[in-house]
């Protein structure tokens, strides 16, 4: 007990000292100040995040600073029902809270601009959101990466651009200029009238081609003076003056437009040059609708009165087939001869331009009747219940032509030795036999040049610098192909030449010695092929040749179906054939299979036409056709 007194006493002197403090008034004695109040948080006043937002920036939260983006606009709408869109954007979200959760659908991300791809990137990591009230507006705040990052959204509507009429529409650029000196001189290289082009519109958007590359822009104006905002460019190599119009645009300072003479100088350098400009109608590609752009079977001639329909008689081969191409040319077959051309259309209304007066020599009634009613032609239509038929009204909209969707008739039978990787070796002339090389680039030697024609009538197409695509209809040695994806930037003569001779495709030859005839222009020119395995392919290793028996064979999540070893039986043999025993897998229409290994440099296989991912380890083959989109998936064990 005598060792808790002094605790004792401690805490009756501290009590006594607390209640003497609390009870005294000397006023020398300072009062004991009150504890600090917390700094409540702010709380939003709306916390839905529903509505139509737009993206300000990039933000940190622990510089409170913001990369603030003033080059596009990046919408953003949270739907009610849970869906969210945007540019490039489209997926769904969940609430909860504060809590966000984002869910996006898959995009082919190489194709959008840097901007894009990191916008993306951060809504799929984003955590929490709030909604905060400025002063005119709300702010929305979506935090990623544990909180230290967010993006700033903004529910206040972009600014109003308004550019004036007469200087919308497309122009053209024609010369740089210099006031020092007075010069004037065009763009080079200025071979295509696409390149040097801007498209300004009423929205103050702009759309516009360097020498090289495409890009987008806002436009801001204030009486003279002009503002150019560029979006992100592709990142091919610029050629000739291409960096030099884009850094003029960069530095545009105010624009002089005279209505009379239809030109447009756009200044930059302070003012003491200009890019000059003039009005580009004959440029304006005119807008297709995309069910166009598909091949076309003739079926008979209509009548609008009474609705009638005289059916013409069936024919074997492309006769009365009409492509329609995406680039605004045609091509058809009357009963005797070819015609093509270019056409317009503006909403419902369609002409049909020939490259020449067409012919009526030779053709019987039908195709008498056919060519002078498509040189009518003034509006199209679809049928009322369905977009795979076509109607080409004509004679004042009395009478009209009646088409079918024929993208997927397979015309008759060819020999199967077209299904094959080819190269370019030869221009020819059929009148002297003279052949002539491409010309190409060194470092494009490998794969220029080529084309592959595929089981399913696809086509994989390598001009002189670029990769297109397409499809091919034949019959017996007629031959029709259609290039319907790609670019032709930056392509050489004899690219252009390669390209222009495979649209104008007639018919096809194998040679006796292994090589390939296109013929093109009513047979006075050529193509001469050679089979490409002969010369790009990669030999195939040794351990890929011999039997393989099929294990197994799986497609997507289902799984995987087991075979007994030896019931079905592929052989690789070294001059490129392939021997196949039981089921025809490979969709096969004849014994004579081939395959190509590597045909474009890429790690895959090409059997029937068909490109397989492969893996060859030890006695296990494995084969994939399109397994992105769970296609088959076939494995393999060597047999010895």
């Known amino acids: 007990m005598k060792t808790n007194t002094p605790l004792h006493g401690l805490l009756a002197l501290l009590l006594f000292a607390f209640v003497w403090a609390a009870c005294n008034n000397d006023p020398d004695i300072p009062p004991r100040p009150n504890p600090p109040t917390p700094t409540p948080t702010p709380t939003p006043t709306n916390t839905s995040i529903e509505g139509q937002w737009r993206l300000v920036g990039f933000g940190d939260t622990a510089t409170y600073g913001v990369d603030r983006i003033d080059t596009a606009d990046y919408p953003l709408a949270f739907r009610p029902d849970g869906q969210l869109l945007g540019r490039d954007i489209s997926g769904h979200y969940s609430v909860k809270d504060t809590t966000l959760r984002l869910t996006l659908t898959d995009a082919d991300e190489k194709a959008l601009p840097t901007l894009t791809r990191r916008l993306r990137d951060a809504l799929r990591r984003v955590e929490g959101f709030r909604v905060e009230p400025d002063v005119t507006n ?42 020092a000196d007075g010069s004037e001189r065009p763009p080079k290289p200025n071979y295509h009238t696409l390149q040097y082009v801007l498209t300004l519109y009423l929205d103050g958007s702009l759309s516009g081609t360097s020498a090289t590359n495409s890009f987008s822009a806002q436009v801001t104006l204030h009486a003279d003076s002009l503002r150019f905002a560029m979006g992100d460019l592709t990142t091919a190599p610029e050629e000739g003056d291409g960096n030099l119009f884009i850094e003029a645009l960069r530095h545009a300072v105010r624009y002089e437009l005279n209505t009379s003479t239809k030109r447009l100088k756009i200044r930059y350098a302070d003012g003491r040059r200009y890019l000059l400009f003039r009005t580009a109608p004959d440029l304006e590609k005119p807008r297709i609708s995309s069910l166009l752009l598909r091949q076309w079977q003739f079926v008979g001639f209509g009548r609008t009165a009474d609705g009638s329909l005289t059916k013409i008689p069936s024919r074997s081969g492309d006769y009365f087939r009409l492509f329609l191409r995406g680039n605004g040319t045609w091509t058809t077959r009357a009963t005797t001869h070819p015609l093509r051309g270019t056409f317009h259309t503006d909403g419902q209304y369609l002409t049909f331009n020939p490259e020449s007066v067409p012919s009526l020599s030779g053709e019987d009634a039908v195709g008498q009747r056919y060519i002078n009613a498509l040189r009518q032609v003034s509006r199209f239509a679809f049928a009322p219940d369905s977009n795979d038929e076509l109607l080409l009204y004509y004679a004042d909209g009395r009478e009209y032509l009646l088409f079918r969707d024929a993208t997927h008739i397979t015309l008759g039978s060819f020999t199967n030795r077209l299904i094959n990787v080819w190269k370019l070796v030869a221009f020819g002339r059929t009148a002297n036999s003279s052949e002539r090389p491409p010309e190409t680039l060194d470092f494009h030697q490998p794969t220029a040049f080529m084309i592959e024609f595929t089981s399913d009538f696809k086509l994989i197409i390598a001009s002189s610098t ?40 007639e018919r096809f030859e194998l040679t006796t010695d292994g090589r390939l005839k296109i013929y093109y222009n009513e047979g006075l020119d050529y193509l001469l092929f050679r089979a490409a395995p002969e010369l790009i392919a990669t030999p195939p290793p040794a351990a890929l040749l011999g039997r393989w028996t099929l294990a197994t064979h799986g497609r997507g999540l289902l799984g995987p179906v087991k075979y007994p070893r030896g019931q079905h039986v592929l052989t690789f043999l070294a001059d490129g054939r392939l021997e196949v025993e039981g089921l025809q897998f490979f969709f096969s229409k004849s014994d004579d299979l081939r395959y190509v290994f590597c045909p474009w440099g890429e790690p895959k296989i090409s059997i029937g036409g068909r490109h397989y991912d492969y893996r060859l380890e030890g006695d296990q083959l494995q084969l994939a056709y399109k397994p992105e989109l769970d296609g088959s998936t076939y494995l393999f064990e060597k047999m010895r």
């Open 466 to 505: 670029n990769r297109l695509s397409g499809y091919f209809i034949a019959n017996g040695n007629d031959l029709r192909i259609t290039c319907t994806g790609g670019t032709k930037v930056n392509e050489m003569p004899d690219g252009h030449k390669y390209l222009d001779a495979l649209d104008r495709t």
């Open 138 to 179: 709300r702010m929305l705040r979506l935090y990623y990466a544990e909180g230290r990052r967010y993006l700033l959204f903004t529910d206040e509507p972009l600014p109003a651009r308004t550019v004036p009429v007469p200087l919308t529409g497309r122009w053209k650029l024609i010369a740089f200029g210099n006031d």
